[in-house]
T-cell receptor, first 111, second 114 residues
Framework: RKEVEQDPGPFNVPEGATVAFNCTYS??????FFWYRQDCRKEPKLLMS???SGNEDGRFTAQLNRASQYISLLIRDSKLSDSATYLC????????????FGQGTTLQVKP | NAGVTQTPKFQVLKTGQSMTLQCAQD?????MYWYRQDPGMGLRLIYY???????DKGEVPNGYNVSRLNKREFSLRLESAAPSQTSVYFC?????????????FGPGTRLTVL
């Protein structure tokens, strides 16, 4: 089993839709979790950090479920500009800052 | 403030050739990382450097070497390139231990090995 797993999609949704992605992790001791956004042929950029019970930033909400070992990303009122690949990442062991990434979930928002 | 810069942006090599990918950051971060990204595989850590003068293997280190030249620069070397090393390579940096855990990525190097 991979340490961090995501459904690669693609998720095709109409503008204005609400869409949610999940990401499962295998290390129950993991403390820090992140969602990165990656546009086509560009570098990943941090979208949100998920440290405890989750957080919200505008149309984006990230949740952590420790019991089931997954994090989720909810996007409300999808925009065309939300089309991208969303990568979840989990801190690896030790205090080295190493991140373990999922394979990414592709979102395509259509008019 | 350029953030993380990488050179070159594109490179084509023949099997067996060597090359060095350069990475520099101007954010005074202590930690730096090299990843490769292949279709359907996400980002996989090749090597990382927790601080100047230290380096350590990541998930896929075989066929690569690294040098943390100083706090700013972290280079990745392919001694004898193989077609399996065709990939997009990203360098990243972060300041570990301060509570600000974000990794900042460079624009990537697209490498093709023929």
């Amino acid at each position: 089993r991979k340490e961090v797993e995501q459904d690669p999609g693609p998720f095709n949704v109409p503008e204005g839709a609400t869409v949610a992605f999940n990401c499962t992790y295998s290390n129950s001791a993991s403390q820090s979790f992140f969602w990165y956004r990656q546009d086509c042929r560009k570098e990943p950029k941090l979208l949100m950090s998920v440290y405890s019970s989750g957080n919200e930033d505008g149309r984006f909400t990230a949740q952590l479920n420790r019991a089931s070992q997954y994090i989720s990303l909810l996007i409300r009122d999808s925009k065309l500009s939300d089309s991208a690949t969303y990568l979840c990442a989990v801190f690896g062991s030790g205090n080295t800052g190493k991140l373990i990434f999922g394979q990414g979930t592709t979102l395509q928002v259509k008019p | 403030n350029a953030g993380v810069t990488q050179t070159p942006k594109f490179q084509v090599l023949k099997t067996g050739q060597s090359m060095t990918l350069q990475c520099a950051q101007d954010m005074n971060h202590n930690s730096m990382y090299w990843y490769r990204q292949d279709p359907g595989m996400g980002l996989r850590l090749i090597y990382y450097s927790a601080s100047e003068g230290t380096t350590d293997k990541g998930e896929v280190p075989n066929g690569y070497n690294v040098s943390r030249l100083n706090k700013r620069e972290f280079s990745l070397r392919l001694e004898s390139a193989a077609p399996s090393q065709t990939s997009v390579y990203f360098c990243a940096s972060s300041e570990v231990g301060t509570g600000v855990d974000e990794q900042f990525f460079g624009p990537g190097t697209r490498l093709t090995v023929l």
